[in-house]
């Protein structure tokens, strides 16, 4: 997720399909509820505090788990600018995470800063590299930030090898050029190769956002796999105002499913609580965004959560992750990792947190 970018692309307002909206029975269980809370130990360090559904202040991760979910996700850059979201802080976050009983998932971006389907940065320290040292520097940098984890107990349960990556990462020697996939799937091949040295019951995923269409991801997912690619885990994100209607997204994840023979899951989805924004920083998703007619109020925000839910179940899905629940408008917490103190947040009309820190009440993951 690179909000920034996302904020460029077209808004379309969409109908959901009924047969999605309520089955009567589920085809499937949600055994992976999660959540990326990536952003929540900079706010911790900054004083938030959270509530429950009742006002209560309590542990943001017992909220959390209140509401249902049981696995977390963290992305992880090399060397960004804040020092958050770093080796250090994953490896401390991830200590929370798992004293709390969570499962983990850990997000590598290959970069600096964010990684999405329309930006790419490898760090700077491998900046002008060939394919054959990036291909060595994912390998080494996938095994010792893993490495590091199992060390201190925390051993990842998934990671995914880049974020978003419709057409590559690494930017230009790792981006897919003419529909040659070679030099992606190699780099792909080293971090699937490191994360299973490291432990081989670590799960890898392949992380798109091509949700959109069963074209795209057929393109995709088709192109690493005549190379040889291995993954255990098709990961997509779904966000109803950029990749179509909740048909579509049914149709999609059940085509993925049955053609690479994999579990499938949500990587990252969000609606918004509000039209409202709480700072100087522009919403990424403003309020009038809005799909299936559903309103930008806690209930609607609710509402559609519970039937991307309903519609991945129903389609043979094994999760699906909230993107950011937790980030709220938290002053010095900001979205430019290179200006931490200095931006706002886009997301504060996203989070499933209002703006004092108080839980949507009516949102759950539910299996």
């Not at 029975?25 to 509820?33: F, G, I, P, S």
């Not at 700077?124 to 107990?153: F, I, M, P, R």
């Given at each position: 997720m690179k909000p920034s970018l996302r904020a460029l692309a077209a808004v379309v307002?969409?109908?959901?399909?009924?047969?999605?909206?309520?089955?009567?029975?589920?085809?499937?269980?949600?055994?992976?509820?999660?959540?990326?809370?990536?952003?929540?130990?900079?706010?911790?360090?900054?004083?938030?505090?959270?509530?429950?559904?009742?006002?209560?202040?309590?542990?943001?991760?017992?909220?959390?788990?209140?509401?249902?979910?049981?696995?977390?996700?963290?992305?992880?850059?090399?060397n960004p600018t804040s020092g958050y979201n770093n080796k250090a802080k994953?490896?401390?976050q991830a200590r929370a995470i798992k004293a709390k009983g969570f499962k983990l998932l850990i997000d590598f971006h290959y970069s600096d800063t964010w990684a999405d389907p329309g930006k790419q940065y490898p760090?700077?320290?491998?900046?002008?590299?060939?394919?054959?040292?990036?291909?060595?520097?994912?390998?080494?940098?996938?095994?010792?930030?893993?490495?590091?984890?199992?060390?201190?107990?925390?051993t990842p349960d998934a990671v995914q090898i880049g974020n978003e990556i419709n057409v590559g990462m690494l930017w230009p020697t790792g981006q897919v050029v003419n529909n040659d996939f070679a030099p992606l799937a190699s780099l792909l091949k080293q971090g699937y190769r490191a994360t299973k040295a490291c432990n081989g019951g670590t799960q890898v995923w392949i992380h798109t956002a091509n949700a959109d269409s069963n074209a795209n991801a057929r393109w995709f997912y088709d192109g690493i796999r005549a190379q040889g690619v291995t993954w255990d885990v098709t990961a997509l994100s779904y966000y109803c105002m950029w990749h179509g209607t909740l048909a579509n997204l049914y149709n999609v994840i059940a085509d993925v499913k049955s053609r690479y023979g994999r579990s499938v899951v949500i990587a990252e989805t969000a609606y918004p609580f509000t039209t409202a924004d709480a700072d100087?920083?522009?919403?990424v998703i403003p309020g009038t965004a809005r799909c299936d007619n559903i309103p930008a109020t806690w209930a609607g925000q609710a509402q559609q959560f519970s039937w991307v839910q309903n519609t991945a179940r129903n389609a043979g899905a094994v999760g699906v992750f909230y993107w950011e629940p937790t980030w709220y408008a938290i002053r010095g917490n900001g979205w430019d990792p290179a200006d931490i103190n200095g931006t706002g947040n886009g997301w504060d009309n996203m989070a499933v947190f209002d703006w004092s820190g108080r839980v949507n009440p009516h949102l759950y993951w539910t299996p």
């Open positions: 307002v969409l109908a959901a399909p009924l047969a999605l909206t309520a089955p009567a029975q589920a085809a499937n269980t949600l055994t992976m509820r999660g959540a990326d809370v990536s952003s929540l130990q900079r706010s911790l360090d900054l004083g938030a505090r959270y509530y429950d559904g009742a006002g209560a202040q309590a542990n943001p991760y017992d909220i959390l788990a209140s509401k249902g979910v049981n696995y977390l996700r963290l992305r992880i850059w090399n994953v490896l401390q760090p700077a320290a491998w900046a002008n590299h060939s394919l054959s040292q990036l291909q060595s520097d994912v390998y080494n940098y996938t095994y010792e930030v893993c490495t590091a984890l199992k060390a201190q107990g925390t100087h920083q522009p919403n």
